[in-house]
């Protein structure tokens, strides 16, 4: 049963798209910084270690150091975003200037995670930190507003995988859930740490009935997710495109769906795919080659997401941009992703819906009628 993702009428420009509106869900706010605000920020906190401090030099450096092929040299690279956001006055600036540059490019709702965790070397408690980019969000907000653009934002908090703070982090999110925090996740090296090293966390969130999506099927393969889903519960998978290790003839001929592929595609688990990610940590050989064009021919639930728009020097349009050139994708199909990314948003599900109504199907009608 495959979905029919031949495109119908014209081709989406790079303009058209940008002014869609979009729905991002996996995007990490130390892997957003604009380079030039990596440079202030170092200085003003006296931090030594950046390879430059040429805006545009420290932009390319990024993108080239996290085209490693593997997750963890990619990982390496947040060890300077993170050296600079350890001020509450460096969190506010990063999270208004992420609402503000995802408005810009057309983002209407987004989910932005980051793990507070790594933010308290200079003395901020985790709630400082949490109440930090709150502010910041808000600020961004108003100011986007201001220039005729709504976007509304809600925050995940990731604990690190290689430490144990999961459950910490998870009593945090729910403390907070109604000041912005929507949800949870794990994020981090993923080889050699199962989801299930946090189980504790995970019975916590749901016992509190509140959300979260897990890293998984990224850098390991179908235990990962089988263990992300059926042992933590997790709702969403961040990447999550492993599982077609589990399609059959997946390169070619009539693909054939195991069980574990069978289970998340029939019960709608979304996938929060990254392209350009996935290339550079080594998880797709290239866009072209990337599992998202099967996985929607097959009618998985599938997202579109940036993951880090530094390291990736990415936005939604351009991975939308790139998809299009890839695989033909035409504006019925981005419409699809973007509704697929709202549905799965770990918002109330009368606010979902609104977006989808009076945002992105209007916001699409043109194109796709
Ligand atoms: O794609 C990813 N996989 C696993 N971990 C990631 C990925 N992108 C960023 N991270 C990590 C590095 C950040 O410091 C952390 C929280 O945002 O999440
Ligand atoms: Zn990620």
Redesign the pocket.
């Known amino acids: 049963m495959a979905r029919d993702s031949s495109p119908a009428g014209p081709v989406p420009t790079p303009d058209e798209i940008r002014r869609a509106p979009k729905v991002l869900l996996h995007d990490?706010?130390?892997?957003g910084l604009r380079p030039g605000t990596v440079v202030e920020l170092a200085e003003a906190a006296g931090y030594g270690a950046l390879p430059t401090t040429d805006a545009a030099e420290l932009g390319t450096w990024f993108r080239t150091a996290a085209d490693s092929g593997s997750?963890e040299s990619?990982?390496e690279t947040?060890a300077h975003?993170?050296g600079v956001m350890q001020t509450e006055q460096a969190l506010v600036r990063v999270a208004a200037e992420c609402a503000e540059d995802l408005a810009d490019d057309g983002v209407v709702y987004a989910e932005v995670?980051?793990?507070p965790e790594?933010f308290v070397e200079r003395g901020l408690s985790l709630e400082a930190v949490v109440e930090a980019v709150q502010a910041g969000f808000a600020e961004g907000e108003r100011r986007a507003a201001a220039r005729g653009r709504t976007i509304r934002t809600g925050t995940l908090l990731?604990a690190?995988r290689q430490h144990a703070r999961a459950l910490e982090i998870a009593e945090l999110a729910v403390r907070y859930r109604d000041g912005g925090v929507v949800g949870f996740d794990i994020?981090?090296?993923?080889d050699g740490f199962p989801p299930t090293r946090n189980l504790d966390a995970f019975e916590y969130l749901r016992t509190s009935n509140a959300h979260f999506t897990i890293?998984a099927g990224?850098?390991f393969g179908l235990a990962s997710i089988w263990e992300a889903i059926q042992h933590c519960g997790a709702e969403r998978l961040?990447?999550g495109v492993r599982i077609v290790d589990d399609i059959k003839n997946s390169a070619g001929g009539t693909p054939e769906l195991g069980r574990l592929a069978a289970y998340v595609r029939d019960r709608r688990i979304p996938l929060e795919v990254?392209p350009s990610?996935n290339v550079q940590?080594g998880a797709a050989r290239s866009i072209a080659e990337h599992p998202i064009g099967l996985l929607a021919s097959m009618s998985f639930r599938v997202t579109v997401n940036t993951?880090?728009r530094l390291?990736s020097g990415c936005s939604m349009s351009s991975e939308f941009g790139a998809l299009v050139e890839a695989f033909g994708f035409g504006w019925a199909d981005l419409q699809w992703f973007t509704i697929n990314a709202m549905k799965s948003a770990f918002i109330d599900f009368d606010q979902r819906l609104d977006i989808i109504n009076t945002i992105i199907k209007p916001g699409y009608a043109r194109q796709v009628n």
Request: hydrophobic letters at 30%; charged letters at 15%; proline letters at 3%.
């Open positions: 990490h706010l130390d892997g997750l990619y990982l947040f975003t993170c995670r980051y793990a790594l990731c690190m994020a981090g090296p993923e890293h990224e850098a961040g990447h990254c990610s940590t993951d880090n390291m």
